[in-house]
């Protein structure tokens, strides 16, 4: 196994550098306004193998500024893991199927990760 030092304020750390380094995964984030929106889109996410994974992370609170007015809502996050390749798919699917006006998403490129993990995802996801 390879390793890295790295100093940290006079600590030396040692870091393990097993992980795949690469920018062709990312994890899309979007939120949605309830549960039962969560999991739909979720599944139908995966299902059309758009992504490997979806976690649905429940009780944020979004303050956004919409048509001249600030709103401040529930809300839950969508942390969408695919490739990179299918992010514009990724983005007109949610734009089709997700209930706001604008829906968000973006997304955030996978620097490194466990090969193993990144590999999963190559077996799931279409291209």
């Known amino acids: 196994m390879l390793l890295k030092l790295i100093r940290f304020n006079s600590i030396i750390v040692k ?31 995966v299902e059309s193998h758009l992504a490997a994974c979806v976690n ?15 709103h401040e809502d529930n809300e839950l996050i ?27 998403l973006i997304e955030l490129p996978i620097q490194n990760g466990n090969p193993d993990y990144l590999k999963w995802i190559d077996g799931i996801v279409k291209q």
């Open 15 to 45: 870091r393990s550098m097993a992980s795949i380094s690469s920018t062709e995964y990312s994890a899309c984030l979007t939120t949605v306004s309830n549960d039962e929106e969560a999991r739909k889109l979720s599944r139908s996410i």
């Open 56 to 70: 649905i992370i429940p009780n944020i609170r979004s303050v956004y500024e919409w048509k001249s007015t600030i």
């Open 78 to 104: 969508l942390l969408i893991k695919t490739k990179k390749d299918l992010v514009p798919k990724l983005i007109e699917f949610v734009k089709k199927n997700h209930s706001y006006e604008v829906p968000e």
